[in-house]
């Protein structure tokens, strides 16, 4: 191997001398990666439009983690499937929100342009970045109480969530800006009704309209509350309510196959047995095909 190494190299030393200069430059490409950009003043000056709330942050981490996360990392320290820089160091954070917006609609090498989305995307995703860099805060459980009220007054039917929190003076207050989904229980995946995109006002309360016509045994269907955010305890809460519809009658509903043969219908049980029996004549007809071959003494 090294032989052959050798020989297609050589032992010149112009050759080495060439080798070590390549390496060294690609030493010194890979540590200055990335050379300082020049960010136009009035770019460096804009100033992000949105406000710093959970919604926003929501969104933000939402189009980072479709877009971005793949080659910044989920932490956005650059360690994606590209090296990109990191968003937690002191020369990142310094720059304004501007700039970074700037920068990431011009796009640069690898990095893309992404002129063509919403700018508000772009300033939520920023306001997201920012939080990458901010040390985490250790959150402690919040001790909430959640109240589900249904109400059918206004021919609507209405499903309100209100959540509270307990203060450390053991009052209770509206718990603001809070996600909630709401969910019909199912056997298999529970079924998100009203969206995925409600917050508790300031009252800590949240409404959705209920879905007409969903199937319930007697109509009784369990609803589920649960809150978004990992901070408090409870996170969720059931009730039962009778908003469903009775299980639609098929007009095969009591015929099936795993029910009381007595409802069987005749058709179906001849062309059950029909089928079964066709497989077994298939298998016997071939059965006795090779007892004659072996009879005839083929392949004797
Ligand atoms: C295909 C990979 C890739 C994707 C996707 C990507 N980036 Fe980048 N990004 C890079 C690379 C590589 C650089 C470094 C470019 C340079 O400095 O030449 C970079 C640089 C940046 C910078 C400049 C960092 C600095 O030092 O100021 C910002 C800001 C940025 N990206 C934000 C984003 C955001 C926000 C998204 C998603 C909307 C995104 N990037 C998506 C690869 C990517």
């Not at 990666?33 to 939402?62: H, M, R, S, Y």
């Not at 069987?264 to 071939?286: E, K």
Request: proline share 4%; charged share 20%.
């Amino acid at each position: 191997m090294i032989k052959k190494l050798r020989i297609m190299i050589g032992t010149n030393k112009k050759n080495i001398l060439a080798l070590t200069f390549i390496f060294s430059s690609l030493l010194v490409l890979a540590s200055t990666q990335f050379p300082p950009w020049d960010v136009p003043v009035e770019a460096n000056d804009l100033e992000n439009p949105i406000t710093v709330d959970k919604k926003n942050l929501d969104a933000g981490k939402a189009f980072f983690d479709l877009s971005c996360k793949a080659c910044h990392g989920a932490t956005g320290l650059g360690d994606g499937a590209v090296p990109s820089g990191d968003f937690t160091t002191k020369a990142f954070t310094g720059q304004t929100d501007g700039a970074i917006f700037w920068k990431i609609q011009q796009g640069r090498g690898l990095m893309p342009s992404f002129k063509a989305v919403q700018e508000t995307s772009l300033w939520q995703a920023i306001t997201y970045i920012r939080t990458l860099a901010a040390p985490q805060e250790i959150v402690a459980m919040k001790n909430a109480t959640i109240v589900i009220e249904f109400d059918e007054s206004n021919s609507k039917k209405l499903i309100t969530a209100k959540v509270y929190e307990t203060l450390e003076n053991g009052e209770q207050a509206p718990a603001k800006e809070v996600k909630v989904n709401f969910f019909i229980k199912r056997y298999f995946a529970d079924m998100l009704i009203g969206g995925s995109n409600n917050y508790t006002d300031d009252n800590g309360s949240v409404s959705i309209s209920f879905p007409e016509g969903v199937p319930g045994k007697e109509g009784k269907l369990q609803v589920m509350a649960k809150l978004d955010d990992s901070g408090f305890n409870p996170a969720g809460l059931t009730e039962e309510v009778a908003w469903g519809v009775e299980k639609a009658a098929y007009w095969n509903d009591d015929r099936q196959l795993w029910k009381n043969n007595d409802f069987v219908p005749l058709w179906l049980l001849i062309s059950f047995f029909g089928v079964i029996g066709g497989i077994l004549i298939a298998i016997l007809y071939v059965l006795l095909q090779v007892v004659k071959i072996r009879k005839l003494g083929v392949g004797r």
